[in-house]
C-alpha cells in the first residue's frame, strides 16, 4: 500500500487488509459485470494477480487479460497465460527493459499471442516530470510491440500527449467521485471528465492522420488562391521578348510557375498581346531558338 493510498484509512491497516476491504466475489461480481459491459457494447476487461486467478476466470472466455505492473515478475502467472492465445495487455509500471523483455520471452514461450506493453509509472498520482511519455516510442522501438499509455497522471492532457507519441491503447481509472475512501480515487475521472476525454482522444486520433505529406482534400481549393505565379506587370505586345522587368510574382496560382521559369523566362515571346496582371500561359509563348 502506497503512502497515499494509505492516508485514506484512520488506523494503520496491512496490505491484506487493505486489499480486502475492497474485494469483490468472483463468482457473483464478475457475471454481472460481463452481462453489463455486453449490454453496453465494451469488451470486459480485467487484472489477475496469481496464477490461480488467472485459473478462477478461464471459464468466463474474456480472451483478453491485463496483467499489472506488479506481476510482471511473477513468475508463475506469465508462464500460465503463456498456455493460452489470450491478448495480454502488460503493464510495465516499475520495471526496466531487460525485466520487460524477459517477461515478453515467458509469455510467449508456449503459444503465440498479441502482446500490448501499456507505460506505466506505479506511483499515485505520479508527478508531472516523471510521466515519461517518450518511453512510449522507446520501448515501440526496442520490442517491436504495440504500446499504449496507463495513466496515474492527475488530469487528462498527459493522455493527449501519449497519443501524438504512438499510445494505441489507453487505461485510466475511473471513479463516480474522486472523495471516496478506498484506494485510486484521487488519480482517477469522474464520468463528465471521462467522458470529455474519451471525445478528446477521438479526435487526437483525426487530428493525427496518416505518416506522408500529401495534399489534403480541403486545401485543394486554396492552392491556386494562396500561391503567387507569373503575371505582366505592363502592357506586353505580340512577339515581345518577356524579362523580369516586364513580369511580376503575384496571386493567384493561373500563371507560371515561378519554381521552373522564373530564371528562363527571358527565353520565350509572346504569341499574343497581353494586358496588364494577366497570368501568363505556355501555351501563348514561343521559345527562342
Do not use: C
Given at each position: 500500500?502506497?503512502?497515499?493510498?494509505?492516508?485514506?484509512?484512520?488506523?494503520?491497516?496491512?496490505?491484506?487488509?487493505?486489499?480486502?476491504?475492497?474485494?469483490?466475489?468472483?463468482?457473483i461480481a464478475y457475471p454481472i459485470l460481463i452481462r453489463r459491459a455486453k449490454k453496453k457494447k465494451i469488451k470486459f476487461l480485467t487484472s489477475v494477480f496469481s496464477s490461480?486467478?488467472?485459473n478462477k476466470i478461464k471459464k468466463f472466455k474474456l480472451n483478453n487479460i491485463k496483467i499489472g505492473s506488479g506481476e510482471i515478475v511473477n513468475y508463475p502467472l506469465l508462464v500460465n497465460i503463456s498456455k493460452t492465445n489470450d491478448t495480454v495487455f502488460l503493464s510495465t509500471g516499475g520495471?526496466?527493459?531487460?525485466?520487460?523483455?524477459?517477461?515478453?520471452?515467458?509469455?510467449?514461450?508456449?503459444?503465440?499471442?498479441k502482446i500490448i506493453l501499456m507505460h506505466c509509472v506505479s506511483a499515485y498520482p505520479v508527478p508531472k516530470k516523471e510521466i515519461n511519455l517518450k518511453a512510449i516510442s522507446y520501448l515501440k522501438k526496442?520490442?517491436?510491440?504495440?504500446?499504449?499509455?496507463?495513466?496515474?497522471?492527475?488530469?487528462?492532457?498527459?493522455?493527449?500527449?501519449?497519443?501524438?507519441?504512438?499510445?494505441?491503447?489507453?487505461?485510466?481509472?475511473f471513479?463516480?467521485?474522486?472523495?471516496?475512501?478506498?484506494?485510486d480515487h484521487k488519480i482517477s475521472l469522474e464520468p463528465i471528465e471521462l467522458k470529455k476525454t474519451i471525445k478528446s482522444v477521438r479526435n487526437a486520433e483525426l487530428?493525427?492522420?496518416?505518416?506522408?505529406?500529401?495534399?489534403?482534400?480541403?486545401?485543394?481549393e486554396n492552392i491556386n488562391l494562396i500561391r503567387q505565379s507569373i503575371h505582366t506587370s505592363k502592357?506586353?505586345?505580340?512577339?515581345?521578348?518577356?524579362?523580369?522587368?516586364?513580369?511580376?510574382?503575384?496571386?493567384?496560382y493561373d500563371g507560371l510557375c515561378s519554381m521552373k521559369f522564373y530564371n528562363s523566362i527571358n527565353k520565350y515571346?509572346?504569341?499574343?498581346?497581353?494586358?496588364i496582371e494577366t497570368p501568363i500561359k505556355i501555351s501563348d509563348l514561343k521559345k527562342s531558338k
Open positions: 500500500m502506497t503512502k497515499d493510498q494509505s492516508k485514506k484509512f484512520k488506523k494503520k491497516i496491512s496490505q491484506k487488509e487493505f486489499t480486502k476491504s475492497f474485494h469483490l466475489n468472483w463468482d490461480n486467478d488467472y520495471s526496466n527493459l531487460t525485466e520487460i523483455k524477459h517477461a515478453i520471452n515467458i509469455l510467449k514461450r508456449n503459444k503465440s499471442k526496442k520490442t517491436k510491440l504495440p504500446v499504449g499509455y496507463s495513466d496515474h497522471g492527475l488530469g487528462s492532457e498527459q493522455i493527449l500527449v501519449s497519443i501524438g507519441l504512438g499510445a494505441q491503447v489507453i487505461e485510466k481509472h471513479t463516480l467521485k474522486k472523495k471516496l475512501k478506498g484506494p487530428f493525427l492522420g496518416r505518416e506522408n505529406k500529401s495534399i489534403q482534400k480541403s486545401e485543394k502592357f506586353i505586345k505580340k512577339g515581345k521578348k518577356l524579362s523580369k522587368r516586364n513580369t511580376i510574382l503575384m496571386r493567384p515571346y509572346t504569341k499574343k498581346n497581353y494586358g
